[in-house]
């Protein structure tokens, strides 16, 4: 967001796209600390895998973990920014609202 439309919010408003963002991020932390202890896990059952051929299968499934992890965690990011832009769309139509009826009541 332009520093002049972060300037122009409200503390409320400011606020709320806080709340959100940590929100968000609480989400995120939890779920990276999933990610670590599963992908801890996974690193274990390599290091116990009796042949090549066991390693690079387990391999391929870490690989598409982290795949799958990486495109959720894309998805989340891109919910956060959608989130965020709703927030701001409200935000200004909330404010055009303010100022149509500040005119009116001027005129």
């Known amino acids: ?11 409320t408003e400011l606020i709320e796209i806080i709340y959100a963002l940590q929100q968000n991020e609480r989400a995120l932390r939890a779920e990276n600390e ?7 896990d996974k690193t ?6 009796g ?7 387990s391999l391929n499934r870490i690989f598409e973990d982290a795949q799958a992890a ?9 919910a956060a920014n959608g989130t965020a832009e ?3 769309a409200q935000a200004r139509r ?14």
């Open 70 to 78: 990486a495109q959720q965690y894309l998805a989340s990011v891109q």
């Open 34 to 40: 999933d990610l670590h202890r599963r992908l801890e």
């Open 1 to 11: 967001m332009a520093d002049k439309e972060l300037r122009k919010m409200s503390r």
């Open 44 to 49: 274990i059952r390599i290091e116990n895998a």
């Open 86 to 88: 709703e927030i701001l």
């Open 51 to 57: 042949s090549i051929a066991e390693a690079a299968l």
């Open 94 to 107: 909330r404010a055009d609202e303010l100022l149509a009826a500040a005119q009116s009541g001027a005129e």
